[in-house]
């Protein structure tokens, strides 16, 4: 089990920002082992889609939709993954999840649903006209 817990969600206006957390609970297997973490989204009627990922060698990739207004990094010395969100549109409206998987050196970290074993309980980020 790897517990992720996400925080930073909230309500804004088009063209604010906002920072999404995610804490992995640290123990003796996720202190050891590498990890690829990344974050999706999920609008109402709409499946699951992959926001920005990122690995343990610090290479990341970030969807085209928001290339240019999201940033994906890891504080390493808090052990949380960050997500900035910066000119923020209506269409990012969805529940924001944080996802991870064990990750080795010659694998590649892609943001696909199905790559990732653990996700954490979301959270939701409104952004309104």
């Known amino acids: 089990q790897v517990p992720l817990v996400e925080s930073g969600g909230g309500s804004v206006q088009a063209g604010d920002s906002l920072k999404l957390s995610c804490r992995m609970a640290?123990?003796?297997?996720?202190?050891?082992?590498?990890?690829?973490m990344g974050w999706f989204r999920q609008a109402p009627g709409r499946q699951r889609e992959g926001v920005a990922v990122?690995?343990?060698?610090?290479?990341?990739t970030v969807a085209d939709f928001v290339k240019g207004r999201f940033t994906i990094y890891k504080d390493n010395a808090k052990d949380t993954l960050v997500l900035e969100m910066n000119s923020l549109e209506p269409e990012d409206t969805a529940m924001y999840y944080c996802a991870a998987d064990p990750f080795y050196l010659g694998n590649r970290c892609a943001p696909t649903e199905g790559n990732f074993g653990y996700w954490g309980q979301g959270t939701q980020v409104t952004v309104s006209s």
């Open positions: 990122i690995d343990d060698t610090g290479y990341s």
């Open positions: 640290q123990d003796t297997d996720t202190t050891s082992r590498m990890y690829c």
